[in-house]
T-cell receptor, first 112, second 114 residues
Framework: DAKTTHPPSMDCAEGRAANLPCNHS???????VYWYRQSHSQGPQYIIH???NNETNEMASLIITEDRKSSTLILPHATLRDTAVYYC?????????????FGQGTTLQVKP | GAVVSQHPSRVICKSGTSVKIECRSL??????MFWYRQFPKKSLMLMAT?????????EQGVEKDKFLINHASLTLSTLTVTSAHPEDSSFYIC??????????FGSGTRLTVV
């Protein structure tokens, strides 16, 4: 079973920041938080990942709470092309099987 | 970044026939690949893990004889849907672990069995 939960859907206005929350209260010591997104009829695309510290790359920022029980993916200036299903996934750690188990994800709709 | 090439992107086959889906890691070696299937408006469901040089590991409820997986080399894994039926129609996706980005996914194969 997936170890993460997030809201099923969110809307965001084009040009505004999209903040996607994720809860992972049972995260274990060395598990990383990964974010992927999937557009219609395509394979998931890597966005960003982190362990403890906040991370930023050309696509997004990842804010991880100090207790690591939740995180937020931030798309600073959402565009229509950012409309997709976003998945927050835990991977790694002492029980690492290498598998990525997907939850239901958050459908982000960016509106003009 | 790393690329996993998946073919075909779409396939239509008749009931009772078999269909092979290929995934190749283009610029890195993948000793492990993961196969998923996805129904419309649903999340990805892990089917099996393919391991180069050994038997695949299937998730609970996935029929080994229905979904044959072969990991022939460090860059190629194949999924064969045998004796396909309409209920096997789905979107199939492969992925491989790749250090910098965690996991890289293929673009998916839309299988329609008629």
């Amino acid at each position: 079973d997936a170890k993460t939960t997030h809201p099923p859907s969110m809307d965001c206005a084009e040009g505004r920041a999209a903040n996607l929350p994720c809860n992972h209260s049972t995260i274990s010591g060395n598990e990383y938080v990964y974010w992927y997104r999937q557009s219609h009829s395509q394979g998931p695309q890597y966005i960003i990942h982190g362990l403890k510290n906040n991370e930023t790359n050309e696509m997004a920022s990842l804010i991880i709470t100090e207790d690591r029980k939740s995180s937020t993916l931030i798309l600073p200036h959402a565009t229509l092309r950012d409309t997709a299903v976003y998945y927050c996934i835990l991977s790694g750690g002492s029980s690492n099987t290498g598998k990525l188990i997907f939850g239901q994800g958050t459908t982000l709709q960016v509106k003009p | 970044g790393a690329v996993v090439s998946q073919h075909p992107s779409r396939v239509i086959c008749k009931s009772g026939t078999s269909v092979k889906i290929e995934c190749r890691s283009l610029d890195f070696q993948a000793t492990t690949m993961f196969w998923y299937r996805q129904f419309p408006k649903k999340s990805l469901m892990l089917m099996a893990t393919s391991n180069e040089g050994s038997k695949a590991t299937y998730e609970q409820g996935v029929e080994k004889d229905k979904f044959l997986i072969n990991h022939a080399s460090l860059t190629l894994s194949t999924l064969t849907v045998t004796s396909a039926h309409p209920e096997d129609s789905s979107f199939y996706i492969c992925s491989a672990p790749e250090g910098a980005y965690g996991y890289t996914f293929g673009s998916g194969t839309r299988l329609t069995v008629v």
